[in-house]
């Protein structure tokens, strides 16, 4: 009923930039927060950023100062640029979104996952 569709991800070398985009489609009444979160190999998920509807923000302390999440409420979607990045931001990247949607009431809902490789 709700998708979320991301793009953006890639081989990019230290200290380079990437932006993730993630849209989110169906049948939404509203989004509240949206997110990045993050799963290197071996390791658990991880929140990387989130955004309020409001537009409020928190970032892991890992990410401050170089990534920078934000979103387009009318388009239904968020964004994450990401500089400066460094071998162990390599990770796949998933999206997130608290949505209420049409029917089925509130949920989230995570998108598939894009694969981001810092690497020289």
């Known amino acids: 009923q709700v998708q979320l569709v991301e793009s953006g991800g890639g081989l990019v070398q230290p200290g380079g930039s990437l932006r993730l985009s993630c849209a989110a489609s169906g049948r939404i009444f509203s989004i509240y927060a949206m997110g990045w979160y993050r799963q290197a190999p071996g390791k658990q998920r991880e929140l990387v950023a989130r955004i309020t509807s409001g537009g409020v923000t928190n970032y892991a302390d890992s990410v401050k100062g170089r990534f920078t999440i934000s979103r387009d409420n009318a388009k239904n979607t968020v964004y994450l640029q990401m500089n400066s990045l460094k071998p162990e931001d390599t990770a796949v990247y998933y999206c997130?979104?608290?949505?209420?949607?049409?029917?089925?009431?509130?949920?989230?809902?995570w998108g598939q996952g894009t694969q981001v490789t810092v690497s020289s």
């Open positions: 997130n979104a608290d949505v209420l949607g049409l029917v089925g009431g509130r949920q989230q809902y």
